[in-house]
């Protein structure tokens, strides 16, 4: 690894952990709850201990006056809730128009199953190989989605331990995937790849919900999550930021993240 890029990656991370706040989710989904004002949201999320925040290229200029020197990543595919297939994420920037942006890292999303893989194995290839050029880590958000996978299957896990194993051979160097429900089955996923593996959200739920699925990652061995709605658009994003950073960073159990936030702990 060269300097270049061990010092990207210490800018979007913590002693080789990571709280991530992705908030490209305006292309998908548009100006929902927590990116109308997207730069109260990042100084909110970042003020929480989140250590970087992700967008698409064109919002950048509203990134970096408020996200409180945490790092910057963006993101370089994208597709819409109401387009014709939202597996179908199609390339929105290039590696320079990243730096440009003043980006320390880049991500992309795979669906590794659906139709669209090849395509998107393709792109990721290349975009890692050009990223290794200029020394700017990649994040592959890796997921298994498909015709032939079901997340209620008991061997889900295997499909995501595929998932995030094609995103290492494809020479990223963090990855992110859905998380398959318990420590147990998320550890043949951590175990399938040498990369930092952090999780998405997932489907929102209560705050002791998210605060004991992030201990449960760790618990498996994970690097950290790339949480996004089920923290921007909390009532108090720098709260549930706050919980999340204390168990990701601090190891922290679920009701002392939650207390130190000044959550509410369910009785």
């Known amino acids: 690894m060269t300097a270049g890029k061990r010092a ?3 800018r979007i991370g913590t002693d080789d952990t990571y709280v991530i706040i992705p908030m490209d989710h305006g292309i998908t989904m548009g100006a929902v709850k927590g990116l109308k004002d997207i730069e109260s949201t990042i100084d909110a999320v970042t003020s929480g201990g989140a250590d970087a925040v992700l967008t698409q290229r064109g919002i950048a200029g509203r990134v970096h006056p408020n996200k409180n020197d945490a790092g910057y990543i963006t993101h370089l595919n994208g597709s819409t809730t109401i387009g014709p297939d939202e597996q179908d994420k199609r390339t929105t920037g290039t590696v320079k128009d990243a730096i440009r942006a003043g980006a ?3 991500s992309f999303h795979i669906n590794v199953g659906s139709q669209y893989e090849p395509e998107q194995i393709e792109e990721l290839s290349e975009l890692t190989t050009e990223a290794s050029q200029y020394g700017l880590p990649v994040l592959a958000m890796a997921y298994a989605r498909g015709p032939d996978i079901d997340a209620e299957n008991e061997d889900y896990n295997q499909s995501v331990g595929h998932a995030v194993r094609l995103a290492e051979e494809l020479g990223a160097d963090i990855v992110k995937t859905g998380y398959t429900g318990s420590a147990e089955t998320f550890q043949h996923v951590v175990e399938s790849t040498s990369l930092p593996v952090v ?3 997932g489907s929102k739920g209560t705050d002791e919900d998210t605060v004991r699925m992030v ?3 760790m618990d498996a061995g994970a690097s950290g999550v790339s949480m996004g709605r089920s923290i921007f658009q909390h009532d108090e994003p720098e709260k549930i930021a706050r919980a999340v950073s204390a168990v990701v960073h601090d190891d922290a159990t679920t ?5 130190e936030a000044g959550l509410a702990v369910e009785a």
């Open 255 to 259: 009701e002392e993240a939650l207390r």
């Open 8 to 10: 990207r990656l210490e």
């Open 199 to 201: 999780i998405a959200g």
């Open 104 to 106: 320390d890292a880049v």
């Open 215 to 217: 201990r449960g990652t």
